[in-house]
């Protein structure tokens, strides 16, 4: 039968559809009024790029959401990082259609994200599908207006074969019936509406899939040969100054998960401009002076033994009285950190196989890779030692006080944190978190597009130089974002090259949304401290030589990730001794506000429910 003919035999029915459908969204209507969470909510991601809806995204509760999109006839549903709490905000996004909701995939589990989908069968979008011109069919003449009876219409088109949607134009109230949606293809406004059936077969809609891109990275030039003068960078980023206040900063960036620059930490006057100045320096020493300092061991700056609780401690002590000392408490700085005795073994990463402190090197291996324009070498802030003759060049004669500028000799021995940033919640719980580093730089280096290990997330100072940064600023797996190594240049698979990133992933995705969001781009330039929430994955691209602090802390938006990690119980394994029940204990009972400790309950609870759900999901391969 012709689907003309299949409309006017299913109008007879309209008059029982009419009836069972009041029926039907009465009682739905009065079920979700007191128990939305039965109505639509599961555990899993919708994965991004496909029918987004961004134009409603934003922070509100679940049940502020599921009440948005059943009232938005444009949406189908959203998806969160977070498990359910149906009364405390996260960052949802939005979708005109969900085609799946995915519980487990190759990038892991998705346990911590929970997603919804509307109690109604259709969406209805304003304005005439603009793929009609492929079709050939005629339209019809339905009896019923789509805009006031939307249920119906979509009852009709399920009774169809092959029926995604019906376009209806306002005036003359003729249709088409849909065999094919293409989201990619648009609507126009104002002549009519298109529904689109949420029953629909996936083959049936299309949109265009902001993760499809070629990732195969052809092969680079070497690191000295690259040249990319006159590359346009976007500035994406937003800043603020460091007088912000620690409350402040943990309610607009921590907690809302936002890259942020902060600016005037330090006098700016200490950094030099690095445009056009390939000797920059920091505290008079430039890059291959303060090379010597740091792994020259016969200075004596450093040494491979970990003292991290020490370099805590004395933080912790100066940052009271902000930073301010004087010159017989550089002295005692020195004294304890050549007379400490705390050396803490190696400590291994409970999420990654690698970090920068698995590797080693020598100072003649440094200066090989400085002769070769390759360098880009860590140093553990806790291995290094303090240095009396920084200070001493600032010491003002005959006086235990010392000029402006010797806060640069803090910085250098690594006794330095930005005032906004909140505390290491590892600290307390006596985990061993030594996650911190001077980082020294070639131009043209880089990293690969990566997560920082162990759920936290960090702050960057930029002594010298600049970095570009690409960040993509929701949580996934890089891997789906890097270069594929099956068909990539052999040079790529090195850490520190990620030129072949930026030259063949960052171009084809850098104008596409992701939830909403584009990846952010900017560049870091000396004086600039970087906060980057944690799971972001991220990737650099050194502009110049440059020098830089960073240091990786547990904060509290990094809380239920590592409550559901104490829940599966992938930290003992590499932590023995950790108490996690002490941890979980100190942490829910000393240093989390109610939100917090609503979010852990509910996480734990909500993975040990997954744990008995799928026993064999974590269970290790025979």
């Not at 206040?245 to 200490?270: A, I």
């Not at 000393?590 to 429910?609: F, P, V």
């Amino acid at each position: 039968l012709s689907k003309t003919t299949k409309l006017i035999l299913l109008d007879s029915l309209l008059q029982e559809m009419t009836q069972m459908i009041s029926f039907h969204v009465s009682c739905l209507v009065l079920l979700c009024a007191h128990h939305i969470s039965l109505c639509g909510f599961s555990t899993g991601r919708i994965r991004e790029g496909l029918y987004e809806y961004d134009d409603i995204n934003g922070w509100m509760t679940p049940l502020e959401g599921a009440a948005l999109c059943e009232s938005d006839l444009k949406c189908a549903g959203f998806t969160y990082n977070g498990v359910y709490v149906e009364d405390e905000k996260f960052e949802l996004y939005f979708f005109s259609f969900v085609l799946r909701i995915i519980l487990h995939d190759k990038a892991g589990m998705n346990w911590l994200w929970t997603s919804y989908k509307v109690n109604r069968a259709y969406v209805l979008i304003p304005g005439v599908y603009l793929g009609l011109d492929t079709f050939t069919d005629s339209p019809v003449n339905l009896s019923i207006d789509i805009t006031q009876e939307p249920d119906l219409a979509e009852m009709y088109c399920r009774q169809l074969d092959n029926c995604a949607g019906i376009v209806q134009y306002k005036e003359s109230g003729m249709a088409y019936i849909l065999d094919i949606v293409k989201f990619n293809l648009g609507f126009e406004d104002s002549i009519g509406t298109t529904l689109i059936s949420l029953h629909a077969d996936e083959n049936q809609l299309m949109d265009n899939d902001a993760r499809e891109f070629d990732r195969c990275c052809e092969e680079g030039p070497y690191y000295t040969n690259i040249n990319i003068a006159g590359k346009n960078i976007p500035d994406m980023i937003e800043r603020v100054e460091c007088d912000i206040s620690k409350e402040d900063f943990l309610r607009n960036f921590v907690r809302k998960r936002k890259p942020v620059l902060l600016q005037g930490c330090l006098n700016q006057s200490w950094f030099e401009n690095p445009r056009n100045n390939p000797n920059q320096k920091f505290a008079e020493l430039n890059f291959d002076k303060l090379l010597e300092r740091l792994f020259n061991r016969g200075n004596d700056t450093s040494t491979a033994v970990s003292r991290p609780k020490l370099r805590r401690s004395l933080i912790d002590r100066m940052r009271e009285n902000n930073f301010e000392i004087t010159y017989p408490e550089a002295e005692e700085l020195y004294k304890e950190t050549y007379t400490s005795t705390e050396k803490l073994n190696s400590s291994e990463s409970f999420t990654h196989d690698f970090t920068p402190n698995h590797v080693s090197h020598t100072y003649q291996e440094l200066l090989e890779y400085r002769q070769e324009g390759s360098i880009r070498v860590f140093l553990k802030l806790s291995y290094l030692r303090s240095q009396l003759d920084c200070y001493q060049r600032f010491r003002i004669p005959r006086s235990h006080r010392m000029k402006n500028g010797y806060k640069k000799c803090l910085v250098l021995d690594g006794f330095w944190k930005p005032g906004p940033m909140p505390d290491d919640l590892y600290a307390i719980t006596k985990y061993d978190n030594d996650l911190a580093w001077i980082i020294m730089s070639a131009m043209s280096t880089g990293s690969q597009l990566h997560v920082d290990p162990d759920h936290t997330g960090a702050w960057n100072l930029l002594l010298t130089g600049r970095k570009w940064w690409a960040v993509i600023p929701f949580e996934t797996e890089p891997t789906e974002y890097s270069c594929d190594e099956n068909c990539s240049g052999k040079s790529w698979q090195y850490a520190s090259n990620a030129f072949p990133w930026f030259k063949n992933i960052l171009p084809q995705i850098e104008k596409r949304r992701f939830y909403g969001k584009k990846i952010v781009q900017f560049v870091q330039v000396p004086g600039d401290v970087l906060y980057l929430p944690n799971g972001m994955p991220h990737t650099i691209f050194n502009i110049d030589d440059n020098v830089a602090l960073t240091e990786n802390y547990l904060f509290p938006d990094g809380l239920p990730k590592l409550v559901s990690s104490i829940a599966i119980d992938d930290i003992s394994q590499f932590r023995p001794g950790w108490n996690q029940v002490a941890a979980y204990r100190t942490l829910y009972n000393r240093y989390t506000d109610s939100s917090d400790r609503k979010l852990m309950r509910k996480t734990y609870q909500h993975i040990s429910r997954m744990l008995s759900n799928f026993e064999n999901v974590c269970m290790p391969e025979d």
